[in-house]
């Protein structure tokens, strides 16, 4: 490995503290500085990071001490900070969605590749061990041939804890634009890409309360479906249905699973790096534990940095932009299914991302 790849970041809000965590267990990284509207924000985390410069916007993406902007802003930010970034001559790895649209995403993936910029995009979670030794599962044949996923988020709402929560209920947000990144990547990852959907989805207020801290009993509007079904038809012919809502109590279904004609695998939740997979075969009994055998050992947010930093120039990386903008045209197409009332096809194609071998980075 050469030397670090030098992050700045922009958005220091809720999500900035996982990724504070995750620095000092990588030597592939380090942070340099950091970024936000509110300047004081950027201030408070620099002062908890020694040798870290808080700077404003426009100084981080002009410094050339930086090599990647790590975009932590909100989704209706996300595409301007990377095609600025982009602009600058950095790199960028952003956290998800790649942006709050596909016609803007586009634009990043468009820029980017004029300039020759390598692109990221969270979740990084499909690397670590959960959805590997799953992705392994499969490969080696445990389930026979996949046909089917069910992949199922029910949650009452981000606003009972996040102490800004506007933006999860406007466009861009909603719970699949904000949950269905991991659970969609995680569907690519093990069965490959989409070709069409079917989409249907509701929303039940028309305002949310938030729970938490200084807004604490502020109303704020919502103005996006908080609950989405759909069908993801995969281009091996493989079914998913995906239920994501921010209107449910609780449920009891697994997060994850895969059924093939040999057995059926039920897979970690895809917002977490770790977790048991466990397999069921046809005439067996029982369901049986598999080995942890593939993906990043404990890993943490911050991991698909890593994985962009030894990736070999010239070759997209695990968390790439192919990726993030597949899975975002394929939310944004079921979605898009729903408003309509019919199948909509999904033009991006992306390859699944190579397999992640059992790598502990120690740390
Ligand atoms: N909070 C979580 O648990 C969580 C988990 C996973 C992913 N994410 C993702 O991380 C991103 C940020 O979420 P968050 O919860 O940290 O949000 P947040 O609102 O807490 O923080 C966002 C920060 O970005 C700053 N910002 C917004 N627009 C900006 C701009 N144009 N230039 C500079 N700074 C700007 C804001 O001032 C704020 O400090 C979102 O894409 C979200 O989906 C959040």
Excluded at 190 to 217: E, M, N, Q, W, Y
Excluded at 320 to 332: D, N, P, R, S, T
Aim: with cysteine.
């Amino acid at each position: 490995m050469g030397k670090p790849l030098n992050i700045g970041v922009v958005g220091c809000g809720n999500i900035i503290t996982q990724y504070l965590a995750t620095f000092p267990r990588l030597a592939s990284v380090r942070l340099v500085a950091v970024a936000d509207l509110d300047f004081a924000r950027a201030e408070a985390v620099a002062a908890g990071q020694p040798g870290v410069r808080a700077l404003s916007v426009d100084d981080l993406l002009a410094d050339p001490a930086v090599d990647l902007v790590l975009n932590l802003t909100i989704p209706a930010a996300h595409a301007d900070i990377a095609l600025r970034a982009i602009a600058a001559g950095k790199a960028v790895y952003g956290e998800k969605p790649l942006a709050a649209t596909t016609e803007e995403a586009r634009k990043v993936l468009e820029a980017a590749a004029a300039a020759g910029a390598v692109i990221g995009c969270a979740p990084d979670t499909v690397l670590g061990t959960g959805i590997q030794t799953a992705r392994k599962a499969i490969d080696d044949g445990l389930i026979g041939t996949p046909i089917s996923a069910t992949a199922t988020m029910m949650t009452p709402g981000h606003e009972r804890w996040h102490p800004n929560p506007d933006f999860y209920y406007q466009p861009g947000g909603g719970p699949l634009l904000d949950m269905g990144p991991y659970y969609v990547s995680a569907l690519v990852t093990l069965l490959g890409p989409v070709v069409s959907v079917i989409g249907a989805a509701s929303h039940t207020r028309s305002d949310r309360t938030i729970g938490k801290g200084p807004r604490a009993g502020e109303s704020i509007p919502v103005s996006t479906d908080t609950h989405v079904t759909g069908v993801l038809v995969h281009e091996s012919g493989a079914l998913s249905t995906l239920v994501m809502s921010f209107d449910a109590v609780a449920t009891q279904s697994a997060n994850l699973e895969i059924h093939g004609d040999a057995g059926s695998l039920i897979v970690p939740d895809p917002n977490r790096f770790d977790g048991e997979v466990k397999l069921r075969t046809l005439g067996g009994e029982g369901w049986e534990v598999l080995p942890v055998s593939a993906g990043y050992v404990d890993a943490a947010r911050g991991f698909g940095l890593h994985d962009i930093a030894v990736t070999p120039a010239g070759t997209e990386p695990r968390p790439g932009g192919q990726l993030a903008f597949h899975v975002l045209e394929v939310m944004e197409s079921v979605l898009e299914s729903a408003a309509l009332g019919q199948s909509v096809k999904v033009a991006s194609r992306c390859d699944r991302p190579v397999a992640v071998p059992l790598t502990d980075l120690g740390g």
